[in-house]
T-cell receptor, first 113, second 115 residues
Framework: DQQVKQNSPSLSVQEGRISILNCDYTNSMFDYFLWYKKYPAEGPTFLISISSIKDKNEDGRFTVFLNKSAKHLSLHIVPSQPGDSAVYFC????????????FGKGTLLTVNP | GAVVSQHPSRVICKSGTSVKIECRSL??????MFWYRQFPKQSLMLMATSNEGSKATYEQGVEKDKFLINHASLTLSTLTVTSAHPEDSSFYICSAETSGAYEQYFGPGTRLTVT
């Protein structure tokens, strides 16, 4: 049972436009959400996170939106740059004292010059 | 800050041998480290959680006798793949977190190929 779902395996965007990456989850106990960026043959890099008590968090070109009622979050990148081309993973923390994260399968973003 | 290193970055070994992968937090103390495995075009699969000074907690389906984890200090965790087989070939990634933070910081990964 996949608790964190990224239904779009890939997304292609023109440079300068907005990239919107989506993530859905099923576990209502998730209390913290994170986005990671990953290049091939490298470890993921932390991008931005949001607590379940918030609905928006912004950091430079990256904004994460959380809709708890819909169990949906999205990552907006604007303006998109070719260097943003990578796989983006959505991850969620399920609360409690452990720090385990559940990851989605990732979305490959390609930003075309 | 929050740099995690892994060594080696790539290793090729023969079937039946053991391979040790090191994960180090370079500029912070990591109370908890995680070991993941990633298959091509798949998500990160958590293998185990290791806390400094205690036994690792393995996820369901992960053989603890095959994947030995040691977290001897607040900056070092090791994963030993014992009696490796070709099906163990994968990309292994470690991560670390500091106490009280949910963000995990990942190492660059180790590509293991078992021939």
């Amino acid at each position: 049972d996949q608790q964190v779902k990224q239904n779009s395996p890939s997304l292609s965007v023109q440079e300068g436009r907005i990239s919107i990456l989506n993530c859905d989850y099923t576990n209502s106990m998730f209390d913290y959400f994170l986005w990671y960026k990953k290049y091939p043959a490298e470890g993921p890099t932390f991008l931005i996170s949001i607590s379940s008590i918030k609905d928006k968090n912004e950091d430079g070109r990256f904004t994460v939106f959380l809709n708890k009622s819909a169990k949906h979050l999205s990552l907006h990148i604007v303006p998109s740059q070719p260097g943003d081309s990578a796989v983006y993973f959505c991850a969620a923390h399920s609360g409690g004292s452990n720090y385990k994260l559940t990851f989605g399968k990732g979305t490959l973003l390609t930003v075309n010059p | 800050g929050a740099v995690v290193s892994q060594h080696p970055s790539r290793v090729i070994c023969k079937s039946g041998t053991s391979v040790k992968i090191e994960c180090r937090s370079l500029d912070f103390q990591a109370t908890t480290m995680f070991w993941y495995r990633q298959f091509p075009k798949q998500s990160l699969m958590l293998m185990a959680t290791s806390n400094e000074g205690s036994k690792a907690t393995y996820e369901q389906g992960v053989e603890k006798d095959k994947f030995l984890i040691n977290h001897a200090s607040l900056t070092l965790s090791t994963l030993t793949v014992t009696s490796a087989h070709p099906e163990d070939s994968s990309f292994y990634i470690c991560s670390a977190e500091t106490s009280g933070a949910y963000e995990q910081y990942f190492g660059p990964g180790t590509r293991l190929t078992v021939t």
